[in-house]
């Protein structure tokens, strides 16, 4: 895959988007970055920049290899960073942002313990339900639920969110459990108003496929209100209004001590708010990643684990 230094000046290349940027970034000549730029092509065999007079870009190859060397980068910064024994003392201010269900159900129970293992450090935490840019904001670091991060920035898998479909014991008894995901038409579905479309759900099945079913749910956040959120769709499963896809992070606990029951457990959600199924740390690409920044990535890691502790001895 290429020289580590060669790797690493075709990604501030494209960081920079151009060859005088990059210079500046890694404090060398830009005939230098550009001999390891056209020796990383002429290894892989295949051109990695759109250049014009105006700009440089990556091409399709060049963007799966910039991906790649971001990982790598930071992979190798934490083995010399580990292997000398000097990681720093995190210290100073940590601007992060976090989603408005996920900072106030999981985060923000976990900080007290992190700010305890670092007293120097001051967390400013920004709970938001839209996508923030972290350059233009100042952000450090940014936990973001996706199924895929956004290009140009280095994203750290923390943990898998699983989606389930469920609703209050009352309101079955009133209504029936659903048998198949054709029945969900005849139910009151509470549906997630910032989607594109949210009265259309879909399902998969481990041997049967997937299914796609038109909701007509009787209460409908509309896109924009402050209550379209995780939170809003737990209360109302909880207060009997309808059947809700919700993540496990927010319902676990409810599921466990059966004020709310999983619908149609053979049927994953796909598609629509379950896209959303990976917690990642999001963060824009330096050559040494801030102590701060990487306290916070291992003490959620820590945290966790394998199994988040939201989904342990939970629903399968």
């Not at 935490?125 to 450090?140: P, Q, S």
């Not at 059966?258 to 994953?268: H, I, K, M």
């Not at 102590?291 to 342990?312: H, N, S, T, Y």
Request: aromatic share 6%; with cysteine; glycine share 8%.
């Amino acid at each position: 895959m290429g020289r580590l230094e060669d790797l690493q000046a075709f990604a501030r290349v494209v960081d920079a988007r151009g060859f005088s940027g990059a210079v500046r970034l890694l404090g060398t000549t830009k005939s230098a970055v550009s001999k390891q730029v056209v020796r990383l092509e002429d290894q892989l065999g295949t051109r990695l920049l759109h250049r014009t007079t105006r700009s440089v870009s990556p091409t399709a190859e060049g963007r799966a290899v910039y991906d790649h060397a971001l990982r790598l980068l930071d992979e190798s910064l934490a083995l010399e960073t580990e292997l000398a024994g000097r990681r720093e003392e995190p210290r100073g201010v940590l601007r992060m942002s976090v989603s408005t269900a996920f900072g106030n159900l999981v985060f923000t129970a976990l900080l007290a313990e992190f700010c305890a293992r670092h007293p120097q450090l001051d967390v400013v935490l920004g709970l938001n339900d839209r996508y923030v840019d972290l350059a233009e904001e100042g952000f450090d670091v940014v936990l973001r639920l996706t199924a895929q991060p956004a290009e140009g920035l280095v994203a750290r898998r923390l943990a898998r969110i699983r989606f389930v479909l469920c609703a209050s014991p009352a309101y079955l008894q009133a209504h029936g459990m659903p048998q198949t995901v054709a029945d969900l038409a005849e139910h009151r579905c509470l549906r997630f108003g910032y989607l594109q479309s949210p009265d259309r759900w879909r399902f998969r099945h481990a041997a049967l496929g997937e299914a796609e079913v038109q909701t007509r749910g009787r209460l409908h956040f509309e896109s924009g209100l402050t209550a379209n959120s995780s939170e809003s769709l737990r209360v109302a499963a909880l207060a009997g209004m309808g059947l809700a896809v919700l993540p496990t992070y927010a319902v676990g606990a409810d599921l466990r001590a059966g004020r709310l029951q999983a619908v149609l457990p053979d049927w994953q959600p796909v598609g629509g708010l379950a896209d959303a199924d990976t917690l990642y740390a999001v963060y824009l690409p330096n050559r040494h990643l801030a102590p701060k920044v990487r306290a916070l990535i291992d003490f959620m890691l820590e945290q966790l684990g394998d199994v988040p502790p939201w989904d342990r001895d939970g629903p399968a």
